[in-house]
């Protein structure tokens, strides 16, 4: 299993930062450009078993390429009012898939943390929310799992300081959250607002950049027009100084959303999010 508690970077290459390749080409580019990890979704895992995989052959798949998996990302079936999309597009397909699904994905992967955005869903209150991820993480912990909850400037979930009260509320030690560059700028956050939150509360992370001016459509922008680090307006360095002096321990997951760079190669593609992410964690 992934250690968290290591004094050395490591970089890890997000599955939604390759899309349009399958899990045979992202393993390879991502090892090959240099990271260490991967995430993983329902969906490669459930592209990998029509092929013919088995659970052994993705477990040595990532072996072979001496990569680990840093999350299982996402788990969107903790809410009722959770939204199926019959689609086979990759978000879709993780609509898709249960709880069970992506527990199991995460002891095949061998990574212990599973990462719950509340997605598509309209939770009735924030106290549906609390319980709801209370009722996630005692489910989890029976698997031996936490769960990281991701907040999104767009949603319920909207900033670090809700998800915060959120996971404390909710009260179980294996409850944590998912800390995005881009959401945490675009929700108004600062750098130092990190200092304010015990570091063993911010169990994962994502590392990208955002634009100067926001786009009117902070849906289309967050899917299709973040920056590769280093290149937007967010202070990255400050940022991940802050996470490093709370106490987070956490592996950096490089997720950047961009449609020009989805006509770049996939070799090339890994290779410039390395790069970049790389150049900013030196600076740390």
């Known amino acids: 299993m992934l250690t968290k508690n290591t004094s050395e970077p490591i970089l890890s290459l997000c599955w939604g930062s390759m899309e349009g390749v399958d899990l045979e080409t992202f393993v390879a580019v991502a090892a090959n450009a240099g990271f260490q990890a991967v995430t993983l979704n329902s969906a490669y895992y459930a592209e990998a078993l029509r092929k013919g995989y088995k659970d052994n052959d993705v477990s040595q798949l990532l072996i072979d390429h001496g990569l680990t998996v840093s999350n299982i990302d996402p788990l969107f079936n903790w809410l009722p009012s959770s939204v199926r999309l019959d689609e086979s597009d990759p978000i879709s397909l993780c609509t898709q898939a249960s709880m069970e699904e992506v527990f199991h994905l995460a002891h095949v992967a061998g990574t212990d943390i599973v990462n719950a955005p509340i997605g598509l869903a309209n939770p009735d209150s924030e106290q549906q929310i609390i319980d709801c991820f209370a009722t996630l993480c005692e489910r989890a ?48 956050g600062k750098p130092e607002d990190i200092l304010g939150v015990p570091g063993e509360k911010i169990i994962a992370m994502q590392l990208d950049d955002a634009m100067v001016q926001p786009m009117d459509d902070i849906v289309e922008e967050t899917l299709n027009h973040r920056l590769l680090p280093g290149e937007g307006c967010i202070n990255l360095v400050e940022t991940l100084r802050a996470l490093r002096s709370s106490g987070a321990k956490v592996i950096y997951d490089v997720e950047v959303f961009k449609a020009t760079l989805r006509t770049e190669a996939p070799e090339k593609r890994a290779q410039l999010m390395f790069d970049a992410a790389s150049a900013i964690i030196r600076q740390m």
């Open 141 to 188: 912990k029976l698997e031996q799992l936490r769960v990281s909850l991701e907040f999104m400037p767009f949603n319920q979930v909207a900033n670090l300081a809700t998800a915060v009260r959120i996971v404390e509320q909710a009260g179980c030690d294996n409850g944590g959250i998912m800390f995005d560059c881009w959401h945490h700028h675009r929700s108004g």
